[in-house]
């Protein structure tokens, strides 16, 4: 079993910066590719990014390609979504999950998931 805990979520004005991050405990994070998905207020959770086990290959939506890296710190256990120039339309709750090594882009491919952080940005 993995276990995530997000956190680092916030209200932000348009074009801020904020970098959630999720913690990872349980079996070694190190083997496990994690993804970022959120949700707003009545739509289907969507695909955010993704970084592999090894951090070497990396995924994102069209929609924040550029803007949001996802770096991970092995060392910590421990990945972030460095969020910039965010913009209100970003506004959902956001989620990590884990999976085996390999990236994936869609939500059935993880096993595991955090609670979420709420991010909310003002224009």
């Known amino acids: 079993q993995v276990q995530l805990v997000e956190s680092g979520g916030g209200l932000v004005q348009a074009g801020g910066s904020l970098r959630p991050s999720c913690a990872a405990s349980g079996r070694p994070s190190n083997n496990y590719a994690v993804g970022w998905f959120r949700q707003a207020p009545g739509n289907e959770r969507e695909f955010v990014a993704a970084?592999?086990?090894?951090?070497?290959?990396?995924d994102y939506a069209d929609s924040v390609k550029g803007r949001f890296p996802i770096p991970r710190d092995d060392a910590k256990n421990t990945v972030y979504l460095q969020m910039n120039s965010l913009k209100p339309e970003d506004t959902a709750a956001y989620y990590c999950?884990?999976?085996?090594?390999?990236?994936?882009?869609?939500?059935?491919?993880?096993?595991?998931w955090g609670q979420g952080t709420q991010v909310t940005v003002s224009s």
């Open positions: 970084i592999d086990w090894s951090g070497s290959m990396t």
């Open positions: 999950a884990a999976r085996l090594r390999y990236i994936r882009n869609y939500e059935a491919a993880f096993d595991y």
